[in-house]
């Protein structure tokens, strides 16, 4: 794949050159099950094929709808958790000017908020202040229309809409993603008149952002979804089949030979804090993929070098059981260069007339070279620059090395079983019905 | 301390008594080596006495500061990183309208932002583009004045600001805090004639936020300085001598018995999306303190509900080698209920009529019992509100903690030797005078 490296000479090295040749070795059956859904979890691939099952009707109607939207909102916000919030922010995020909430928007720009993400009445009581007598619209996403923190938002955000421009016009500014045919969030929208889009049933959370969950609110924002899935289209052509030119078997070997080799937390490092968001998307893709049956490697994310003097400690001399996976966006978009100063009290002289990032290069492989002298196995996943289509082919990257990942290390990649224990809890303690017994014994014990 | 409280039953009773009783005795020896100077690293524990040290004179100056920087200014940036960043950056964040930022800013109040803190030529080019024909300050933070990225971010800024108002009005706009006699940010400083704030020689950058490197910021931002220094003062008290009413001590106990105990990583997980901030300090301010000599615990910290979606399949089920601390704020600001709807289709009618904030309460304690009983021990930490006087508190507790954990793990918890190496990498890489040698040698190894 041209667009995106994978360097790992020197993991290797480290991890052992066996360790990684076995992993490539189970890796072709690894590939095998996710291109011919004969592995765990098969009833959740429909992600594999995403980027090419996507038609031109269905972008274009989704183009339309951002259009639509962007005409009418200054704000639009999405409503969702997980996976129906991790992936449209980090693209967002990687695209947009990172000031942008401060600058005046023009006609017919829109500024992407999200709700529903969590269970804040600050949270909340802040955003619906913001609203108060704006053109706003809701993307509200929701599987089932029935999960606590986004069904909480909606039903304030809704109630507000509704005040604000009259329930007719209301339902001109509320689009629903959700499943094509049962749950409350489909009874809701089809009784309502809403616009909606279907989340496919056999793409999970974590792996949605190609379908209209992260394509919609994308749209809104501004950015160009076509590219996206171009991008990802080429990444999935690339990874197809096993061997040494698939980048996804590189990343997903090296980083189950390593963690083999006692590196039991991965972090992933960005040189560029557009990607910070990228890295909490990666956090739940490989954390809730691979954290089960007592294993899996813990997902942590930094972002450099700002956290080099955070972090920075740590990973050069804390605990030995760390590896890192270094992404680095090879252009910026900006041309700005340090100025020459004629008294030169801060040093800084003897790199004037250099570009930002030609420093933040050194800065990036003088890092990599001192976490390598201090035991840190370093992973460098290199993307020319950060364009829908480079975004496309890495979030596809990301999914199908954690598909592969997930089976080398021997789970269903594609379940999240621990993830109804804390539901399953506050329902009790909610009192909601159904759970009244489970709330008398759970009361007892705090 | 009646405002924060530490529960720890269920976490020592994991770890195991016999090691909390132990490190508690451990602790009277620790404590006293912080209050006497005694031990590793004396000649940095200027941040113990800080709260009471810092005068009535002082604090009436950074007002005034501020209160001039808030008159002249549509923007103040912070140009600063790790220490010099991250405790102004988590008070403004904890105290803030999360979306203040998209929000009109009457006249005298002024938006703080950062910058210093990245190489990123993307984000400088698009903050100088924010600051065009805008009216903006510069606060530099620097003991040195010779940080590069700092350093980058300044020669840029200062070069705007002189070009946007001339010369000698950015005089009046530009605020230096620094060494108090050498360095090249003191020498700058004075020959420009720029108002200037002295970072004490005792204070290490990550304990330095009750200095003026957090106290201008906050104060510039709106905030109450002195309620901050307050908090702290009483914490400073409540936490002077051993014994099991010293929360800090507990703190610092619990977490050296779970770390004994193997729980090798700690998630500092709140329940409120302004406190993100918070977590990223109290990463460094651990993380720097005590990832040395291949050992301390590596911090992690969540933001729930919303990465209960992302990461708590990981903790739930992953690799038992993780231990949480739940941070709990008890009264949020706002008061939002859960509107009745006539249909009940999303089923949230059993909680119509609740506090958001009611619902949030049953989230965490339904999560800590289902972590608990997934094998994740769980350390509670709880405060009354998210006001100023807490939040000092807060910092303090955290700090007096960190210096006390410090001491029983057996490092010096006030150094930071790891943190110059990829600089000098760097440096090298980059040709710096004095370096050539260095770079000649890392260039054969790239």
Same mark, same amino acid.
């Given at each position: 794949?041209? =667009?995106?490296?994978?360097?790992?000479?020197?993991?290797?090295?480290?991890?052992?050159?066996?360790?990684?040749?076995?992993?490539?070795?189970?890796?072709?059956?690894?590939?095998?099950?996710?291109?011919?859904?004969?592995?765990?979890?098969?009833?959740?691939?429909?992600?594999?094929?995403?980027?090419?099952?996507?038609?031109?009707?269905?972008?274009?109607?989704?183009?339309?709808?951002?259009?639509?939207?962007?005409?009418?909102? %200054?704000?639009?916000?999405?409503?969702?958790?997980?996976?129906?919030?991790?992936?449209?922010?980090?693209?967002?995020?990687?695209?947009?000017?990172?000031?942008?909430?401060?600058?005046?928007?023009?006609?017919?720009?829109?500024?992407?908020?999200?709700?529903?993400?969590?269970?804040?009445?600050?949270?909340?009581?802040?955003?619906?202040?913001?609203?108060?007598?704006?053109?706003?619209?809701?993307?509200?996403?929701?599987?089932?229309?029935?999960?606590?923190?986004?069904?909480?938002?909606?039903?304030?955000?809704?109630?507000?809409?509704?005040?604000?421009?009259?329930?007719?016009?209301?339902?001109?500014?509320?689009?629903?993603?959700?499943?094509?045919?049962?749950?409350?969030?489909?009874?809701?929208? %089809?009784?309502?008149?809403?616009?909606?889009?279907?989340?496919?049933? =056999?793409?999970?959370?974590?792996?949605?952002?190609?379908?209209?969950?992260?394509?919609?609110?994308?749209?809104?924002?501004?950015?160009?979804?076509?590219?996206?899935?171009?991008?990802?289209?080429?990444?999935?052509?690339?990874?197809?089949?096993?061997?040494?030119?698939?980048?996804?078997?590189?990343?997903?070997?090296?980083?189950?030979?390593?963690?083999?080799?006692?590196?039991?937390?991965?972090?992933?490092?960005?040189?560029?804090?557009?990607?910070?968001?990228?890295?909490?998307?990666?956090?739940?893709?490989?954390?809730?993929?691979?954290?089960?049956?007592?294993?899996?490697?813990?997902?942590?994310?930094?972002?450099?070098?700002? %956290?080099?003097?955070?972090?920075?400690?740590?990973?050069?001399?804390?605990?030995?059981?760390?590896?890192?996976?270094?992404?680095?966006?090879?252009?910026?978009?900006?041309?700005?260069?340090?100025?020459?100063?004629?008294?030169?009290?801060?040093?800084?002289?003897?790199?004037?007339?250099?570009?930002?990032?030609?420093?933040?290069?050194?800065?990036?492989?003088?890092?990599?070279?001192?976490?390598?002298?201090?035991?840190?196995?370093?992973?460098?996943?290199?993307?020319?620059?950060?364009?829908?289509?480079?975004?496309?082919?890495?979030?596809?990257?990301?999914?199908?090395?954690?598909?592969?990942?997930?089976?080398?290390?021997?789970?269903?990649?594609?379940?999240?079983?621990?993830?109804?224990?804390?539901?399953?809890?506050?329902?009790?303690?909610?009192?909601?019905?159904?759970?009244?017994?489970?709330?008398?014994?759970?009361?007892?014990?705090?």
């Amino acid at each position: 794949m041209k =667009n995106i490296q994978v360097e790992i000479d020197h993991a290797v090295y480290f991890a052992g050159e066996d360790k990684y040749n076995a992993l490539q070795q189970e890796a072709v059956g690894a590939i095998e099950k996710l291109e011919n859904g004969t592995g765990a979890g098969a009833d959740f691939l429909g992600w594999v094929n995403l980027p090419k099952d996507i038609t031109e009707a269905q972008l274009a109607d989704i183009e339309a709808t951002a259009k639509g939207l962007r005409e009418a909102c %200054d704000y639009v916000v999405c409503v969702g958790i997980g996976g129906s919030y991790l992936g449209a922010k980090a693209v967002i995020e990687a695209l947009q000017d990172q000031f942008a909430a401060y600058k005046k928007i023009k006609p017919e720009e829109t500024h992407v908020l999200f709700a529903g993400q969590n269970i804040g009445e600050d949270y909340l009581a802040e955003l619906q202040k913001l609203l108060e007598g704006k053109k706003f619209g809701i993307i509200v996403i929701s599987k089932s229309g029935t999960t606590t923190e986004p069904a909480i938002a909606f039903r304030l955000l809704r109630d507000q809409l509704e005040k604000q421009v009259g329930k007719e016009e209301a339902k001109k500014l509320i689009v629903a993603i959700t499943d094509a045919q049962k749950g409350a969030l489909r009874t809701m929208a %089809d009784s309502e008149g809403w616009k909606t889009y279907v989340i496919p049933d =056999n793409v999970g959370g974590r792996f949605s952002v190609l379908t209209p969950v992260g394509l919609l609110p994308i749209a809104v924002a501004g950015f160009n979804v076509r590219e996206l899935v171009a991008g990802a289209r080429e990444m999935m052509e690339a990874t197809r089949h096993p061997g040494p030119d698939n980048v996804a078997e590189t990343y997903a070997c090296v980083r189950n030979a390593l963690y083999q080799a006692g590196k039991k937390t991965e972090i992933l490092a960005n040189f560029n804090p557009k990607l910070h968001y990228l890295g909490e998307w990666w956090k739940q893709l490989y954390g809730e993929s691979e954290g089960k049956e007592g294993k899996g490697i813990f997902p942590a994310a930094v972002d450099l070098t700002t %956290d080099l003097h955070s972090m920075g400690q740590y990973i050069q001399e804390g605990e030995r059981t760390i590896f890192e996976t270094v992404l680095s966006v090879e252009r910026p978009f900006d041309a700005l260069r340090i100025p020459q100063e004629q008294q030169d009290l801060d040093g800084l002289n003897y790199i004037a007339g250099k570009r930002i990032d030609e420093v933040n290069k050194m800065a990036e492989a003088g890092t990599r070279l001192a976490h390598e002298d201090g035991g840190v196995p370093v992973v460098r996943i290199n993307v020319p620059t950060l364009d829908e289509n480079t975004l496309g082919a890495l979030i596809y990257f990301f999914e199908k090395a954690c598909g592969i990942s997930g089976y080398l290390l021997g789970v269903n990649p594609f379940d999240q079983p621990g993830v109804e224990a804390y539901k399953k809890n506050m329902f009790a303690l909610l009192g909601k019905p159904g759970y009244e017994a489970a709330g008398e014994e759970l009361k007892k014990r705090l």
